[in-house]
């Protein structure tokens, strides 16, 4: 499936929460959520972030595990299934186990989607109904179906109706990429998930992306197995020098130590240069991203100047096109006096060449001076110019480096070509070391089968991983030339909302790698001319909310007019010290200002993110709901419950009076 045809995202409409008995003194919800954001405030300890991983058990049927590495959509999946079973236990009393429900409403598009899930029930729906917004009639009413088939038939909807190949697809892009909980997982930091969203928002195929990540699980587990197989054959060859240093064996003719240190030698040269072979393909796959990024913007100057040049001529042919002075100039007679003299033409000619209307002495349009119009074509032609140069230079990094990795290649093939030979040349004194004369043979001969057994699984698996690595670097080369053509598209919502934040330019670069190791997209973020590549380079505030920040721009990028995403975001506050609160809470407004929802919890206090997101947003935009109301509050906090009426005040008087602002 083309990406083209965006993702049609799921916008919540309505939330009740039955018999929920961790909200002891209201444990029966019903709460309608308009767009924009919606901020359930509340104290701590009462249950915000329980309120949303409710919701996203209502719609995906599972809670995500916070202990749970992510290996591929499918897994994730299968084993948070088991997770989401006991979640709720202890939130929810004996008495209301099996009464607990979660009911949401959902909008797909032109659908409504009406879902009521158990509790304890992540596989099954006990209603499940779909009405069509436009008309009011019923698409689909699950009540001859059983709990199983509801939730089977509600995954297949789900995933057509948003536009995805597979409910685990959906699955995972609520889970990691438009949920922002207490788990704080960072998308811009994890690799694996990175790419499998980027497969998923900007990719050119969702089959693909269950392709590739099926491949990535496929060829980890097949390296996996491989360094398994190592160990153990590595465990053996231990085992083996021992029973072989408890005899010596002495040969007349041959140096045993010395047929073992210039074995190792030979070895140890063949890893050494097979690290440079290595090290030279990343070199090239390098000055061939240069390379390809060069022709790109080469091909786009030479458009840009094409256009420039196209229309600067139209202009002018506008006029000396027009029936009447071609009439004019041709027959020599005036088409509006009917003078008839060879001076005619002249006349009307010589107007043209002047730049001026014939009829009316005005300039023609963009063609006063022309200076505009050959400044406009000296600057591209100069980047033109410019660019070539770039691209010349690549051109011969790439030839030099092919040529480089030519040679450490021959000379890697000549390397392993000596080992061989030494091998051959000394197999006698090899075998001798491995098997010392003695009583011992035998069980030095079985050791060293299972060895060789173990190598040749060894092998097998790394070559079913490079086969897989073959397969899945095609999809991630795919993945990177989409991202390419995307990127003027996308970095600039990524690099808005992020200034928002940070006060200050910064920029966001794509590296891609070919290793095994490290497959696939990732990127560094630049602020101020610095490089930031790891986690300990930024503070923790800017962390979450640049990768908040991501996940806002890939949410506007991938979603549909008529199915704009729904971020759910778990007390972001806690993070941030004053200086950055009004700027977050603008962050937050200019992406409901695009006509994208968040549904998000705060502790409720005077911080200046709710205060600036209501200023900004005002009432049209933002609903604060109260929940101090829904579980009993401590003793302290119930002796200092006026500072919680102060703080709603304070949020509720900015929400009635603003929302004339933009969040930019």
């Known amino acids: 499936m083309s990406q083209s045809a965006k993702l049609v995202l799921p916008k919540i409409k309505k939330v009740r929460l039955s018999r929920f008995s961790l909200f002891s003194l209201q444990p029966n919800i019903d709460i309608d959520i308009s767009g924009g954001v919606f901020c359930l405030a509340g104290a701590n300890g009462l249950g915000k972030s329980t309120f949303l991983s409710a919701l996203n058990f ?23 299934v088991g997770y989401s079973d006991d979640y709720f236990t202890g939130k929810i009393s004996e008495d209301d186990r099996e009464a607990a429900t979660v009911d949401v409403h959902l909008q797909v598009g032109d659908f409504l989607y009406q879902l009521s899930r158990g509790i304890f029930e992540p596989q099954e729906l006990r209603e499940f109904v779909i009405l069509r917004l436009s008309s009011g009639e019923s698409v689909l009413d699950g009540k001859d179906l059983t709990p199983e088939q509801r939730h089977l038939e509600y995954a297949k ?50 089959e693909k992306a269950q392709k590739a990540d099926l491949l990535r699980r496929e060829r980890d587990k ?37 047929v073992k240190t210039r074995h190792q030698a030979l070895t140890e040269e063949v890893e050494h240069k097979e690290r440079d072979v290595e090290q030279k393909n990343g070199q090239l796959n390098d000055a061939e991203l240069k390379r390809m990024q060069a022709s790109s913007l080469l091909t786009s100057l030479e458009a840009d ?20 002075i071609k009439t004019s100039i041709s027959e020599q007679t005036c088409s509006l006096c009917g003078s008839h003299a060879p ?38 032609d100069k980047r033109i110019a410019e660019t070539r140069k770039q691209l010349d230079s690549a051109n011969k990094s790439k030839e030099r480096i092919s040529l480089e990795l030519q040679g450490v290649e021959a000379e890697l093939e000549g390397m392993r070509a000596s080992l061989r030979q030494y091998e ?41 991983r490079d086969e897989k690595q073959k397969e899945l670097l095609k999809l991630y080369h795919e993945l990177r030339q989409r991202y390419m053509e995307s990127e003027k598209d996308f970095v600039p919502l990524f690099r808005k909302l992020a200034s928002l934040f940070i006060g200050m ?27 930031r590549r790891q986690l300990y380079q930024l503070s923790e505030s800017q962390k979450f909310f640049l990768d908040i920040a991501l996940r806002m721009a890939l949410a506007q990028y991938m979603s549909a007019p008529q199915g704009k995403a729904c971020l759910f975001i778990d007390t972001p506050e806690g993070s941030l010290d004053i200086a950055y609160e009004s700027r977050a809470g603008q962050m937050f407004a200019a992406f409901v200002e695009t006509g994208h929802d968040i549904i998000m919890t705060a ?53 009635k009076t603003g929302g004339s602002a933009s969040g930019g």
Not at 58 to 80: H, L, N, Q
Not at 358 to 379: H, V, W, Y
Not at 429 to 457: C, F, H, N, W
Not at 618 to 644: D, I, N, Y
Request: charged fraction near 25%; aromatic fraction near 8%; hydrophobic fraction near 40%.
């Open 58 to 80: 209502a719609i995906t049927g599972i809670v995500p595990d916070p202990d749970r590495g992510f290996m591929s959509v499918d897994e994730y999946y299968k084993y948070c």
């Open 157 to 206: 909807r789900i995933a057509a109706d948003t536009g995805l190949e597979s409910f685990q697809q959906f699955v995972f892009l609520q889970h990691f990429l438009l949920t922002f909980d207490e788990r704080r997982h960072l998308l811009l930091w994890d690799q694996n998930v990175l790419n499998q969203a980027l497969f998923l928002a900007i990719g050119a195929d969702f």
């Open 222 to 258: 097949a390296a996996s197995l491989a360094r398994n197989y190592s160990w153990q054959a590595s465990a053996i060859r231990s085992e083996i020098e021992l029973l072989r240093d408890a005899v010596k064996v002495s040969d007349s003719d041959v140096d045993l130590e010395t």
């Open 305 to 324: 100047y094409a256009s420039e040049f196209s229309k600067q001529v139209n202009k002018r042919s506008r006029v000396v096109m027009h029936p009447l």
């Open 343 to 380: 001076h005619v033409a002249k006349s009307i000619q010589a107007k043209i060449d002047e730049n001026l209307c014939p009829l009316c002495n005005s300039p023609i349009p963009g063609e006063s001076t022309g200076q505009d119009f050959m400044k406009a074509l000296r600057d591209i």
């Open 424 to 464: 051959s040349d000394n197999e006698r004194a090899l075998m001798q070391l491995l098997s010392p004369g003695s009583g011992i043979d035998l069980a030095v001969k079985k050791k060293t089968g299972e060895m060789q057994e173990y190598l040749k699984r060894k092998d097998e698996q790394y070559t079913k």
């Open 505 to 531: 330019d910064l920029d966001m670069r794509m590296d891609y790698s070919t290793s095994v190791a490290s497959l696939g997209l990732s990127f560094t973020i630049e602020m101020q001319g610095s490089v």
């Open 603 to 655: 502790n409720i206090n005077t911080s200046q993110i709710l205060q600036r997101m209501a200023t900004l947003c005002g009432k049209s935009k933002m609903t604060l709901h109260r929940m101090t109301s829904w579980a009993p509050l401590s003793e302290v906090q119930l002796k200092e419950e006026k500072l919680f009426e102060h703080a709603y005040s304070v949020i509720e008087t900015a929400l």
